[in-house]
């Protein structure tokens, strides 16, 4: 059983997450689910959003036209493309190529943050260690492994490791967008 918007409710075996609020939305589906006959799909599509949007970051890192500019910020924003860039590669990295796939990465988020004035050329070496990273993970992940909880709570509650694939690419996401934004601005 588990704690739905309504209280408790029995969890399908295919794999489930709620979504709840205070007021959910009665328009919305209270469960969202997908099987495992439908997961070999979602992986796929999964590896070909994460290798699309990573190479989207290489492409931003290296359109900064002065290499400075990566680890310069501006205004309010306190973390530069570089900084930015270098958190993606350690969060997938830690979250998908060593929690999942047990590679033998260890994560230095301090650093992610810290570290200035990498060469672009190392920056990107980077992020291609890190599409090898989630790719190979990936591919070699069984497709059941989407319907079981990830195996390390992060989130404040349990997901399943589809659900927080999908989190993992949206974070991804906001960040994208962040260096899109500084690479114009600056």
Not at 58 to 79: L, M, Q, Y
Not at 142 to 170: M, N
Request: net charge negative.
């Amino acid at each position: 059983m588990r704690e739905g918007p309504s209280g408790p409710q029995e969890s399908p075996s295919f794999g489930a997450f709620f979504i709840s609020g205070p007021d959910p939305d009665p328009k919305l589906p209270l469960l969202i689910t997908f099987s495992v006959e439908k997961s070999a799909p979602m992986l796929t599509d999964l590896r070909s959003l994460f290798a699309r949007d990573l190479h989207k970051l290489c492409n931003e890192i290296d359109a900064f036209k002065a290499e400075e500019d990566i680890w310069r910020t501006t205004g309010s924003v306190t973390n530069s493309a570089g900084n930015l860039a270098l958190h993606i590669c350690g969060n997938l990295r830690h979250f998908i190529g060593a929690v999942l796939g047990g590679s033998a990465y260890s994560r230095d988020r301090e650093r992610e943050f810290a570290a200035k004035s990498i060469p672009k050329l190392e920056l990107l070496e980077e992020l291609k260690k890190t599409i090898t990273a989630v790719d190979d993970t990936l591919v070699a992940l069984d497709k059941s492994r989407l319907t079981q909880p990830f195996p390390i709570r992060v989130l404040p509650e349990e997901t399943t490791t589809g659900y927080f694939l999908l989190h993992l690419h949206g974070h991804l996401n906001y960040h994208l967008g962040q260096v899109n934004y500084l690479r114009r601005i600056l």
